[in-house]
């Protein structure tokens, strides 16, 4: 592996762990600390856990490159929930994360500005497709890692994934 001494990449990508934990936690922190806008800010403090998160996996994966698949389907399944997040987050930041109905209404009077169209049902459907589509695409990817050929001895992190 062009000679690099495996001990200074294990210590280097530690250290680097240890940064980008640092600062994630620093993050996290300060959002619980000031946590004035809950609905928002518990959303955004789940989708920083994700930076820990990928360095440690990634610090685990080159310690046991040989559990390296079992340690990636780990950090897919809290990768589907940062999808679910991140689209919770998008929808508070409309205002309206809890009610379907006033989100489906909010979207319905933007496509009656943009399009000349604002009929409800429309705007229901478009709120039904995106949660739909954050569901199936998290459950097509855990899906995709557990593939045979995934299990045969390829990770899920290579070209042939996806990735």
Not at 8 to 24: A, D, K, M, R
Request: with cysteine.
């Amino acid at each position: 592996m062009l000679g690099v001494d495996r001990t200074g990449l294990l210590v280097v990508s530690f250290c680097l762990v240890l940064i980008g934990c640092g600062f994630s936690g620093y993050l996290i922190r300060s959002h619980l600390r000031n946590f004035t806008q809950p609905h928002i800010q518990s959303k955004v403090v789940g989708i920083v856990y994700m930076v820990p998160i990928y360095a440690i996996d990634s610090f685990l994966c080159l310690v046991w490159p040989s559990r390296a698949l079992f340690i990636d389907m780990l950090r897919d399944c809290y990768e589907a929930y940062v999808l679910y997040l991140f689209l919770s987050l998008l929808l508070s930041y409309l205002g309206c994360a809890e009610d379907d109905y006033e989100v489906a209404a909010y979207l319905a009077t933007k496509m009656a500005k943009e399009e000349g169209d604002g009929d409800l049902l429309r705007g229901k459907q478009f709120l039904k497709r995106c949660k739909f589509g954050t569901v199936r695409s998290s459950l097509h990817r855990c899906r995709r890692c557990r593939s045979p050929a995934t299990v045969a001895g390829h990770s899920c992190s290579t070209a042939s994934c996806g990735r």
